[in-house]
């Protein structure tokens, strides 16, 4: 018999519509989705936003801010833990 017109073929026909299916919602989904900024939770647009995911400069910077702050604090771990260590 022809394998497409058997049960497993057309199980796995089926299987791939599906798919496929799923995969044109996801990315209707991600194009008409609305983001929402991770620093201030306005909603944000996708299409034409350079500073996405954030919604403005402002907060692109302030997250930026943020990453720095982290480092630097870190850093200022580093130190310590070498001045101890000269001292012992
Ligand atoms: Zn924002």
């Given amino acids: 018999m022809f394998p497409l017109f058997g049960k497993e073929g057309l199980g796995e026909i089926y299987l ?15 194009i008409f989705m609305k983001a929402k900024c991770p620093i201030c939770k306005k909603e944000t647009e996708w299409e034409g ?3 996405r995911p ?5 907060c692109k910077l ?6 720095a702050s982290e480092e630097y604090r870190i850093a200022g771990k ?11």
């Fill in 16 to 30: 791939t519509q599906i798919i496929a299916f799923a995969l044109d919602i996801i990315i209707w989904y991600l």
């Fill in 54 to 58: 954030f919604c403005s400069e402002r």
């Fill in 49 to 51: 936003n350079e500073f």
């Fill in 78 to 88: 580093k130190d310590e833990e070498d001045k101890k260590k000269e001292e012992e």
């Fill in 62 to 67: 302030i997250d930026l801010g943020k990453w």
